[in-house]
């Protein structure tokens, strides 16, 4: 397994190295780990096969073990179709796995999803065009029968915690995109899920408004320590946000190999971390296990992922 863990003594938040962290952290397959509700999902032998044209299929997703743990904000990596929506989808009980198991907080992940124990946001915000942002960030709450004074309490904590309080009463046609995904984000955050799925939700945004969000999400993880399943085609923003980076290779997607990056308590994780020597060490880690140690930057063989 690469690690830039000699590096990470420059960070300026101090963090223990992985091997002497006081967080339990279990063997990095997390195959061997035990499928109990302290883990916010554990995935263990999943194998998705779609059926493909004429009969023949498409093997997504095979031999895939994970275990993502309470309060760890782990990122998928990998080329464009090697399974990443398809492994999020699965934990969402969107999908259902071919063969294997997936557990979020020890529960199956159908009665997770029955259970709102996580939230969900997705590269298009999906806000309904006809709510304000109060009413979009709301609708989970008002769909699950929370009384109207907890709902009114709930939203304006949310709709400040993203930083939206002077937009509450617009419509999301009236704000940018930026500011349409932190709506999303509120939506999810709404039940106080434990765990958050994330499938590229940045993706639609330019870079400085990226970096923004990025911030902002550690923050709003930092608050509410929730576990996060975030994946993206870009390799700083798994490095700058992830306690791990989770690699994946293409057909069959499977796992090929996780990068502890550990930069720092999330809370204290600024701006200029993303000139820190740590934060560089980290992209190289995370790089050289997507394409291998001689490769250059930008000629990898990775289609779909962003290495600058
Ligand atoms: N519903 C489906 N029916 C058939 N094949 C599917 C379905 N969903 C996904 N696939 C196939 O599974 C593979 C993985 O797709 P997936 O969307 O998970 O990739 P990805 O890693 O998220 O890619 P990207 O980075 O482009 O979003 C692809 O080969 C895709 O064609
Ligand atoms: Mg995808």
Request: charged share 20%.
């Amino acid at each position: 397994m690469s690690s830039p863990s000699s590096a990470s003594t420059a960070a300026s938040a101090p963090e223990p190295t992985p091997a002497s962290s006081s967080t339990p952290v279990p063997a990095a397959s997390g195959a061997s780990a035990a499928s109990s509700a302290s883990e916010a999902v554990v995935v263990r032998g999943v194998e998705r096969v779609f059926p493909g044209a004429k009969g023949a299929t498409v093997t997504a997703l095979t031999g895939i073990d994970l275990v993502v743990h309470a309060g760890e904000f782990v990122s998928l990596i990998g080329p464009s179709g090697c399974g990443k929506s398809t492994l999020l989808r699965l934990i969402a009980d969107l999908d259902t796995p071919t063969s294997g198991e997936i557990r979020v907080f020890g529960k199956t992940a159908k009665q997770a999803r029955i259970d709102q124990s996580y939230g969900i946001a997705f590269q298009q915000a999906g806000l309904l065009p006809w709510r304000t942002v109060s009413a979009n960030i709301e609708l989970p709450l008002q769909l699950h029968g929370i009384g109207a004074a907890e709902r009114r309490a709930r939203v304006a904590e949310l709709v400040e915690l993203v930083g939206l309080t002077d937009f509450a009463t617009h419509y999301p046609d009236q704000l940018s995109g930026g500011m349409q995904q932190r709506v999303a984000i509120a939506r999810s955050l709404a039940e106080q899920p434990r765990l958050l799925l994330m499938d590229e939700p940045f993706g639609a945004l330019d870079e400085m408004t990226r970096e923004r969000m990025q911030t902002e999400l550690l923050r709003i993880r930092a608050e509410t320590g929730a576990a996060v399943v975030f994946v993206t085609h870009s390799i700083p923003e798994a490095v700058y946000l992830s306690d791990r980076v989770v690699v994946m290779s293409p057909r069959p997607g499977r796992i090929t190999d996780e990068v502890d990056v550990r930069l720092g308590d999330a809370a204290e994780r600024g701006e200029d971390l993303r000139e820190d020597a740590a934060f560089f060490a980290g992209v190289t880690a995370v790089r050289e296990a997507l394409h291998g140690p001689a490769s250059a930057p930008a000629t990898g063989s990775a289609r779909g992922v962003d290495v600058r």
